[in-house]
């Protein structure tokens, strides 16, 4: 699995596609469509486009929240909130072979993701980010250190988990000597795409 995912940024359906693009040309192989608010159309529009888009870039295109939507336009998967739905219900609409994402905040989040058996885990935020309303509890590296210390503790397999949060470049070797499997990333890839490839450089793919 890529351990590098962008979730997309913009206003409106234009600048969604444009910043898309931009990701994809500068070599970014995981799309998570996110567009809150977006008019229903409109957003279906997005998706057709970027489905068809990441296709051709060989790339990963999952849709947030909309679970029938990525069922219509065949994306890849979808990544839900803790408030978004269940992850059993948008397994049984996708299918087994699709990738399901789940958001958490904190240890008890973890392990019903796990009990979920989600595809990979959103943890966060790391830091304050201006692009999500509503922010959860800042984590720290510190908060990602004690819920790796606590699922090992209980002798559990660590899942995949994705940093999520304001991350830089800077972040990703200490996230993941901590224990993290990769990073989402929207505001650093959506102002300056061209870092896609220090982001991929920084990454250990062991």
């Given at each position: 699995?890529e351990k590098l995912q962008y979730i997309s940024q913009?206003?409106?359906?234009?600048?969604?596609?444009?910043?898309?693009?931009?990701?994809?040309?500068?070599?970014?192989?995981?799309?998570?469509?996110?567009?809150?608010?977006?008019?229903?159309?409109?957003?279906?529009?997005?998706?057709?486009?970027?489905?068809?888009?990441?296709?051709?870039?060989?790339?990963?295109?999952?849709?947030?929240?909309?679970?029938?939507?990525?069922?219509?336009?065949?994306?890849?998967?979808?990544?839900?909130?803790?408030?978004?739905?269940?992850?059993?219900?948008?397994?049984?609409?996708?299918?087994?072979?699709?990738?399901?994402?789940?958001?958490?905040?904190?240890?008890?989040?973890?392990?019903?993701?796990?009990?979920?058996?989600?595809?990979?885990?959103?943890?966060?935020?790391?830091?304050?980010?201006?692009?999500?309303?509503?922010?959860?509890?800042?984590?720290?590296?510190?908060?990602?250190?004690?819920?790796?210390?606590?699922?090992?503790?209980?002798?559990?397999?660590?899942?995949?988990?994705?940093?999520i949060g304001g991350i830089s470049i800077e972040d990703?070797?200490?996230?993941?000597?901590?224990?993290?499997?990769?990073?989402?990333?929207?505001?650093?890839?959506?102002?300056?795409?061209?870092?896609?490839?220090?982001?991929?450089?920084?990454?250990?793919?062991?």
């Amino acid at each position: 699995m890529e351990k590098l995912q962008y979730i997309s940024q913009g206003n409106t359906r234009q600048e969604q596609e444009h910043n898309i693009r931009k990701a994809l040309d500068n070599g970014i192989k995981w799309v998570q469509i996110r567009w809150k608010n977006a008019p229903e159309n409109e957003l279906m529009d997005l998706c057709e486009v970027s489905k068809l888009l990441c296709s051709e870039y060989q790339s990963i295109c999952i849709i947030n929240d909309h679970v029938q939507l990525a069922k219509t336009i065949d994306a890849d998967g979808v990544h839900l909130g803790l408030k978004d739905g269940s992850i059993e219900e948008a397994r049984l609409i996708l299918g087994e072979h699709k990738i399901i994402g789940g958001t958490a905040n904190a240890i008890s989040d973890v392990l019903q993701r796990m009990n979920e058996s989600c595809t990979y885990i959103g943890l966060g935020p790391l830091r304050f980010t201006a692009t999500k309303e509503k922010l959860s509890p800042i984590l720290g590296f510190e908060g990602y250190q004690k819920i790796i210390d606590q699922l090992r503790e209980k002798s559990m397999v660590i899942p995949k988990i994705f940093a999520i949060g304001g991350i830089s470049i800077e972040d990703i070797q200490p996230l993941q000597q901590i224990g993290i499997y990769g990073v989402a990333v929207s505001g650093q890839i959506t102002s300056q795409p061209t870092n896609i490839n220090e982001f991929k450089k920084a990454m250990i793919y062991a």
